[in-house]
C-alpha cells in the first residue's frame, strides 16, 4: 500500500470510528496484509500500524479523493448500463405466453 492508501485509511478510520464518544483514547491498532511486489511473484506480507502513524488527509485532500471517487462511480455506472444494454440486445428473443394461457401444474 501506498503512503497516500495508508493516509486515507487513517483518516476514514479517524472519522468513522475514532470519532465516537467510546473510542476517542482508544490506541487503534490496525493488521493489514498487502501484497509486495508486481505480478505473480507478489506476496501478502503482515504490516501492523497504529492510530497516529500516518498523518491524516486535509480536508481538501479528502474532498479531492471524494470527488474523484464519486466522478469514477458515474462512469463506472454508464459503463455498466451500456453493456447491459448489449447484453439485451443480443440476447435471443423469448416468445412470453399470456399468464392465462401458461399451466400452472404439469399433471401428465
Known sequence: ??????????????????????????????LCFPKVGK??????????????????LSRN???????????ALEDAKIILEEALRKEQAEAPVVEEKPLGETPLLDWR
Do not use: H, Y
Open 39 to 56: 505480478g505473480d511473484s507478489a506476496k501478502r506480507q503482515p504490516l501492523l500500524w497504529k492510530r497516529g502513524d500516518f498523518e491524516l
Open 1 to 30: 500500500m501506498t503512503n497516500w492508501q495508508m493516509r486515507l485509511l487513517a483518516t476514514i478510520f479517524e472519522d468513522a470510528v475514532f470519532s465516537l464518544t467510546d473510542f476517542r483514547k482508544s490506541p487503534g491498532e490496525f
Open 61 to 71: 485532500e479528502l474532498r479531492e479523493c471524494l470527488d474523484e471517487f464519486l466522478l
